[in-house]
């Protein structure tokens, strides 16, 4: 069963606007979450954190939110620029070193100028 | 600072087979991971390796071992090679691979089991 799901393969956003992509969790013991972005052809770049007694993270454009209670977070991009177009991957991860980061099957964001 | 790298890029090989993948991480991250990455299935953990000892295993089977070197580079080996082996495999690194730490991910090594 899959731990972390992003129940939309795909959103197309308008440059300049905001893009909300989501991810759901199961797992009460997840200690971090992170989104990654990833082009073609190459492998995932990290792109902002939470750790899970944070409610939100921002760093520049890029804000995460995380609602525990719903076991839902969600990356904000404003504004969005054509250049973010990628697979963005949601991933999440114990409290162990050396644990593994679940990954999401990923959403595609498309902006269009 | 060089990234990760990851050779080769690109590997085609029969059933049965067996495939050697080499990861090398940033100069002074101790941690190397492997993902496999296919369009059904997302990324998912292979292992993790930290000062040559593998401390976390995903769900594979045995055929998909590891190693790790004194200098932190990794290998990887996928023997008798079955057709679902086809797939993109990522190496990442990080310092000391801690809960929540940032993962550096090479390019991959795109492998085709024909």
């Known amino acids: 069963d899959q731990q972390v799901k992003q129940n939309s393969p795909s959103l197309s956003v308008q440059e300049g606007r905001i893009s909300i992509l989501n991810c759901d969790y199961t797992n009460s013991m997840f200690d971090y979450f992170l989104w990654y972005k990833k082009y073609p052809a190459e492998g995932p770049t990290f792109l902002i954190s939470?750790?899970?007694?944070?409610d939100k993270n921002e760093d520049g454009r890029f804000t995460v939110f995380l609602n525990k209670s719903a076991k839902h977070l969600s990356l904000h991009i404003v504004p969005s620029q054509p250049g973010d177009s990628a697979v963005y991957f949601c991933?999440?991860?114990?409290?162990?070193?050396?644990?593994?980061?679940?990954f999401g099957k990923g959403t595609t964001l498309s902006v269009s100028s | 600072k060089a990234g990760v790298t990851q050779t080769p890029r690109y590997l085609i090989k029969t059933r049965g087979q067996q495939v050697t993948l080499s990861c090398s991480p940033i100069?002074?991250?101790?941690?190397v991971s492997w993902y496999q990455q296919t369009p059904g299935q997302g990324l998912q953990f292979l292992f993790e390796?930290?000062?040559?000892?593998?401390?976390n295993k995903g769900n594979f089977p045995g055929r998909f071992s590891g190693r790790q070197f004194s200098n932190s580079r990794s290998e990887m080996n996928v023997s008798t090679l079955e057709l679902g082996d086809s797939a993109l495999y990522l190496c990442?690194?990080?310092?000391?691979?801690?809960?929540?730490?940032?993962?550096?991910f090479g390019s991959g090594t795109q492998l085709s089991v024909l």
């Open positions: 100069s002074g991250h101790r941690s």
């Open positions: 390796y930290f000062s040559e000892t593998q401390r």
């Open positions: 939470i750790s899970s007694i944070k």
């Open positions: 991933a999440a991860s114990g409290r162990r070193a050396g644990t593994a980061l679940i």
């Open positions: 990442a690194s990080s310092v000391t691979g801690g809960s929540g730490e940032k993962l550096f």
